[in-house]
């Protein structure tokens, strides 16, 4: 079992900056991948940012490129979402998630992963 903490969420003006952080528990962190999920109110939840269990593959939504970064500390089994230049429609609950990796790649589908960190709110006032 994987247990997943998000901390780093809360409200920032249009234009700042937030740093999520996702801490895995539970199993080997090094071969999971990893990814940031978002649900905006009245949304679906879709993926804003992925990551391959080495760090070495990322993959951006298109609303979020150039603003958003993914990264990893495998030695602390944490991984980051650094969001700048933040946007009122960034506004929404920030999930963690992570699946057992057999390939250097990421995953965006939710059904890719089995384990969820509770969500965190972020809000971007305008």
């Known amino acids: 079992q994987v247990q997943l903490v998000e901390s780093g969420g809360g409200l920032v003006q249009a234009g700042g900056s937030l740093r999520l952080s996702c801490a895995a528990s539970?199993?080997?962190?090094?071969?999971?991948?990893m990814a940031w999920f978002r649900r905006a109110p009245g949304k679906e939840r879709e993926c804003v940012a992925a990551?391959?269990?080495?760090?070495?593959?990322?993959w951006y939504a298109n609303s979020v490129k150039g603003r958003f970064t993914i990264s990893r500390d495998n030695a602390k089994t944490t991984v980051f979402l650094q969001m700048n230049s933040l946007k009122p429609e960034d506004t929404a609950v920030y999930y963690c998630?992570?699946?057992?990796?057999?390939?250097?790649?990421?995953?965006?589908?939710?059904?890719?992963?089995?384990?969820w960190g509770q969500g965190i709110q972020v809000t971007v006032s305008s």
């Open positions: 990551i391959s269990w080495s760090g070495g593959r990322t």
């Open positions: 998630a992570a699946r057992q990796a057999y390939s250097f790649t990421y995953y965006l589908n939710e059904a890719d992963y089995p384990y």
């Open positions: 539970g199993r080997t962190f090094t071969n999971f991948a």
